[in-house]
C-alpha cells in the first residue's frame, strides 16, 4: 500500500543550528502537505508543495518538492526553541478527491537552548 | 483557529464498553476526518466524510465506526473497547476535496484499561 517514510525520527540540535526533515514515497505525488505539532497540540497546517522541483520559503524555513515529486523536504536555518515540536509531511491519501492524507510517521525536534 | 471542538477532552473506559467521541464544527465544512495518533505511527485515518450521511473508511478503520447526520457533526463511535484503542484522537475539518488544508481539533485522549 501506498508508504510515506520519514527521516530522522528524532533530532536534537543545539539553537542556532540547522536542521532537515526529509519526507520519501514509493508513488509519484500530486502534491504534499507539511504540519507541525507543537508537545501537547494538534497539528497545524504550515504549508502545501504542488510543482515539481518547487521551492517555498517562511521565514527560516525552507520547503522543497523534489524534481520526481517522490520526496520533499523541510530545512529550519538557525533553529530557535519556538521550533520545538513534531513536523510531519502528509501527501494525498488515495487517487480520489476527498482530500484524505497519509501522514508520515513524523520527526521530532528538540532545540537546546 | 478553525471552530472545532472534540468532547470529551479525555476519557477513560474499560474493555469492551461502547465509546462515542464527538466533534462539532461551526465552519459548515464538508469534509470531516478522524485521526488516531500513536508514537511511531504519526496519524492515520480511521474514517472520514465528504457530506452528511456520506462517510468512508480510511487506513485503520476496524473496531470503528462512524455517523455524520449534520453537516457540523461527525461522531466516532467504538462499539467493543480494546486497549489497542489506546489513542489520541483528533477529527480535522477541510473545505473542498482540492487538497486544502485539514484543521484539526484539540484531540481527546482516550485510555481503555
Known amino acids: 500500500g501506498q508508504q510515506v517514510m520519514q527521516i530522522p525520527q528524532y533530532q536534537h540540535v543545539q539553537e542556532g543550528e540547522d536542521f532537515t526533515t526529509y519526507c520519501n514515497s514509493s508513488?509519484?505525488?500530486?502534491?504534499i502537505q507539511w504540519y507541525k505539532q507543537r508537545p501537547g497540540g494538534h497539528p497545524v497546517f504550515l504549508i502545501q508543495l504542488v510543482k515539481s522541483g518547487e521551492v517555498k520559503k517562511q521565514k527560516r524555513l525552507t520547503f522543497q518538492f523534489g524534481e520526481a515529486k517522490k520526496n520533499s523536504s523541510l530545512h529550519i536555518t538557525a533553529t530557535q526553541t519556538t521550533d520545538v515540536g513534531t513536523y510531519f509531511c502528509a501527501p494525498p491519501w488515495g487517487s480520489s478527491n476527498t482530500g484524505k492524507l497519509i501522514f508520515g510517521q513524523g520527526t521530532t525536534l528538540q532545540v537546546k537552548p | 483557529d478553525a471552530g472545532i471542538t472534540q468532547s470529551p477532552r479525555h476519557k477513560v473506559t474499560e474493555t469492551g464498553t461502547p465509546v462515542t467521541l464527538r466533534c462539532h464544527q461551526t465552519?459548515?465544512?464538508?469534509?470531516m476526518y478522524w485521526y488516531r495518533q500513536d508514537p511511531g505511527h504519526g496519524l492515520r485515518l480511521i474514517h472520514y466524510?465528504?457530506?452528511?450521511?456520506?462517510?468512508d473508511k480510511g487506513e485503520v478503520s476496524d473496531g470503528y465506526s462512524v455517523s455524520r447526520s449534520k453537516t457540523e457533526d461527525f461522531l466516532l463511535t467504538l462499539e467493543s473497547a480494546t486497549s489497542s484503542q489506546t489513542s489520541v484522537y483528533f477529527c480535522?475539518?477541510?473545505?473542498?476535496?482540492?487538497?486544502?488544508?485539514?484543521?484539526f481539533g484539540n484531540g481527546t485522549r482516550l485510555t481503555v484499561t
Open positions: 466524510s465528504y457530506g452528511v450521511k456520506d462517510t
Open positions: 508513488t509519484t505525488l500530486s502534491n
Open positions: 480535522a475539518i477541510s473545505r473542498t476535496d482540492d487538497n486544502s488544508p485539514l484543521h
Open positions: 465552519e459548515n465544512h464538508r469534509y
